[in-house]
């Protein structure tokens, strides 16, 4: 398929639906983006195999008043826990089909048969990042050359190398917190989200923004508002989107790309002998074809890492609500820390003898799904129908399934009970035991988290940071957790009364 042709798939032909009806966002991004589906191909269950299970519907309208367009995770995570492995719902005719389980989300991984799919919100955010390694669609070779310049400063040994400024900037996140005095309350999600743009922006660009105090860089706000208007789009008529939200949506776009412009003038007026991110971006060629990415491209994938590390303050905040519900496994961490940095420096050296903080951080991922799901297609000229599960279930060769992590991540097969946080079933033979399918927190096969090595360090050495340097207590001691987002999933509400440790 042409780069033409897929643009026009998934970005001019979109259902619109009756004026009166707020549609979910999650559920049309992928299904208004669907030509075969819009033509009408629905599924046909043929009677060798079980239907796929869905709540009753209205009638003409479908399934949608059991989506909650403000929450639509929120929404499909009580639609997995009442479905379970695999659900569909109907929105005006057309069904859209959701994984909730290992074995499934294992199959359609698989990459001889699946890929991911990018239509609705990620073709929307394109207006702020146009083909990033994010956004390309899979027939752009400008994936392959991205990729290719980036991935080598994004490796394991690449992302150790900036231990030290992650542990550095973290600190002075802490030393922050000490100045407010003892019992101060802070929102969570609010300080990491401050402590994830600051960290990034050094790490990868070489630049500090000095956004840990004072008022919050407006890179935060307009990531935010850009991706929950990315998110909305797909289901409104495009003269709605036009006449009362293009405005806002490209005030937002445009500040992403001012903060990147930014830090790129920044790196020439201030050279610097920093082997980073931004320096490959700068300099490097594919190796394969040997183009050099221009301007507008550094500008672009620049934009996109902040919004892919986003998703990092999510598991932290949500690390930490967890670790309050179990106090012991602070103790256990503590005890582990202690044992291993002593009144000393927390160094890289430390980093392998700490595997029970390593579980947290995963049991954390596992819980929290705080980068929630992710789309998958079929490969193109793959026959229909396609069988899953054995033969048990049947789809149509065109259908993009969503993989709903809540229900993946709690998968009873797998997890014995799965809804209590245990770090130490996340630690050496236990987490080496797990299914391939119970580590999908960073996508899948090709187009996994081009950074999520780097997610992985900052993630462990914040929460080490911060057990080794703050006390936390709950501001609302009957606070439970409550999720809200758009490419993630954040902690809401979530406020902790903080003071140095032991103090």
Same mark, same amino acid.
């Given at each position: 398929?042409s780069?033409?042709a897929?643009?026009?798939m998934?970005?001019?032909?979109?259902? $619109?639906?009756?004026?009166?009806?707020?549609?979910?966002?999650?559920?049309?991004?992928?299904?208004?983006?669907?030509?075969?589906q819009i033509?009408? &191909?629905s599924?046909?269950?043929?009677?060798?195999t079980?239907?796929?299970?869905?709540?009753? !519907?209205l009638?003409?309208?479908?399934?949608?008043?059991?989506?909650?367009?403000?929450?639509?995770?929120?929404?499909?995570?009580?639609?997995w826990?009442k479905?379970?492995?695999?659900?569909?719902?109907t929105?005006?005719?057309?069904?859209?089909?959701?994984?909730?389980?290992?074995?499934?989300?294992e199959?359609v991984c698989?990459?001889?048969?699946?890929?991911k799919? *990018?239509?609705?919100?990620?073709?929307?955010i394109?207006?702020?990042?146009?083909?990033s #390694?994010?956004?390309?669609?899979?027939? /752009?070779?400008?994936?392959?050359?991205h990729?290719?310049i980036?991935a080598?400063?994004?490796t394991? $040994?690449?992302?150790?190398?900036?231990f030290?400024?992650?542990?550095d900037?973290?600190?002075d996140?802490?030393a922050k917190?000490?100045?407010?005095g003892n019992d @101060?309350?802070?929102s969570v999600?609010?300080?990491?989200?401050r #402590?994830?743009?600051?960290?990034?922006t050094q790490?990868?660009?070489? =630049?500090? +923004?000095?956004?840990l105090?004072?008022?919050?860089?407006?890179m935060?706000?307009?990531m935010? %508002?850009?991706t929950?208007?990315a998110?909305?789009?797909p289901t409104?008529?495009?003269?709605?989107?036009?006449?009362?939200? &293009?405005?806002?949506?490209?005030?937002?776009?445009?500040?992403?790309?001012?903060?990147a412009?930014?830090?790129?003038?920044?790196?020439?007026?201030?050279?610097?002998d920093?082997?980073?991110?931004?320096?490959a971006m700068?300099?490097?060629?594919?190796?394969? $074809?040997?183009?050099?990415?221009?301007?507008?491209?550094?500008?672009? /994938?620049?934009?996109?890492?902040p919004?892919?590390?986003?998703?990092?303050?999510? *598991?932290i905040a949500s690390?930490?609500?967890?670790?309050?519900?179990?106090?012991?496994?602070?103790?256990?961490?503590?005890e582990e820390?202690d044992?291993v940095?002593g009144?000393?420096?927390?160094?890289?050296?430390?980093?392998?003898k700490?595997?029970?903080c390593a !579980?947290?951080?995963?049991?954390?991922?596992?819980l929290? @799904?705080?980068?929630?799901?992710?789309?998958?297609?079929?490969?193109?000229?793959?026959?229909?129908p396609?069988?899953l599960?054995?033969?048990?279930? %049947?789809?149509?060769?065109?259908?993009?399934?969503i993989?709903?992590?809540?229900?993946?991540? =709690?998968?009873?097969?797998?997890?014995?009970?799965?809804?209590?946080?245990?770090?130490e079933?996340?630690?050496?033979?236990?987490?080496?035991? #797990?299914?391939?399918?119970?580590?999908?927190?960073?996508?899948?096969?090709?187009r996994?988290?081009?950074?999520?090595h780097?997610?992985?360090?900052?993630n462990?050495?914040?929460?080490?940071? +911060?057990?080794?340097?703050?006390?936390?207590?709950?501001?609302?001691p @009957?606070?439970?957790l409550k999720?809200?987002?758009?490419?993630?999933?954040?902690?809401?509400?979530?406020?902790?009364?903080?003071?140095?440790?032991?103090?």
């Amino acid at each position: 398929m042409s780069d033409a042709a897929h643009w026009t798939m998934n970005h001019d032909i979109y259902l $619109t639906p009756p004026p009166f009806i707020t549609l979910s966002t999650c559920f049309l991004n992928t299904l208004l983006s669907r030509c075969p589906q819009i033509r009408g &191909q629905s599924t046909t269950i043929s009677e060798m195999t079980t239907e796929i299970p869905k709540p009753p !519907g209205l009638p003409l309208l479908g399934n949608i008043s059991d989506v909650d367009p403000s929450n639509t995770w929120v929404s499909l995570q009580k639609l997995w826990e009442k479905y379970g492995d695999i659900f569909k719902i109907t929105v005006l005719g057309h069904d859209i089909v959701f994984i909730g389980n290992i074995a499934l989300c294992e199959e359609v991984c698989d990459e001889k048969r699946f890929r991911k799919f *990018v239509g609705g919100p990620i073709v929307e955010i394109r207006k702020a990042v146009h083909a990033s #390694l994010f956004t390309a669609f899979a027939d /752009e070779p400008i994936w392959g050359v991205h990729h290719r310049i980036l991935a080598p400063n994004l490796t394991p $040994t690449a992302a150790a190398e900036h231990f030290l400024e992650i542990r550095d900037i973290a600190a002075d996140l802490t030393a922050k917190w000490r100045d407010l005095g003892n019992d @101060a309350t802070v929102s969570v999600i609010g300080e990491l989200n401050r #402590l994830d743009l600051e960290t990034t922006t050094q790490c990868f660009f070489g =630049r500090r +923004l000095h956004g840990l105090t004072g008022v919050e860089h407006p890179m935060i706000r307009a990531m935010d %508002q850009a991706t929950g208007e990315a998110m909305k789009r797909p289901t409104r008529p495009k003269l709605f989107n036009w006449l009362l939200h &293009q405005s806002r949506f490209e005030k937002d776009c445009n500040t992403m790309r001012q903060y990147a412009a930014e830090c790129l003038q920044y790196r020439k007026d201030n050279p610097a002998d920093r082997k980073d991110l931004l320096h490959a971006m700068m300099n490097a060629k594919d190796p394969e $074809t040997g183009k050099a990415m221009d301007e507008t491209q550094i500008i672009d /994938e620049m934009v996109s890492m902040p919004i892919g590390s986003s998703t990092a303050p999510c *598991v932290i905040a949500s690390a930490i609500y967890y670790l309050l519900q179990n106090t012991e496994c602070i103790a256990k961490a503590r005890e582990e820390i202690d044992s291993v940095s002593g009144d000393g420096d927390f160094s890289s050296e430390h980093l392998d003898k700490l595997p029970y903080c390593a !579980g947290i951080v995963r049991e954390s991922l596992r819980l929290s @799904a705080a980068a929630p799901g992710f789309n998958i297609e079929p490969l193109p000229g793959t026959k229909g129908p396609i069988l899953l599960g054995g033969g048990k279930y %049947q789809v149509p060769a065109t259908q993009t399934m969503i993989i709903v992590l809540h229900g993946v991540n =709690r998968d009873p097969a797998v997890f014995e009970e799965p809804e209590i946080f245990k770090p130490e079933r996340m630690i050496g033979d236990a987490f080496d035991r #797990l299914p391939e399918g119970a580590k999908k927190w960073f996508g899948n096969g090709k187009r996994v988290c081009i950074g999520r090595h780097y997610a992985w360090i900052w993630n462990v050495i914040t929460l080490v940071t +911060l057990l080794k340097n703050v006390d936390f207590e709950m501001a609302d001691p @009957a606070y439970k957790l409550k999720q809200d987002g758009w490419f993630n999933l954040r902690p809401v509400g979530f406020d902790v009364k903080i003071k140095p440790r032991g103090s």
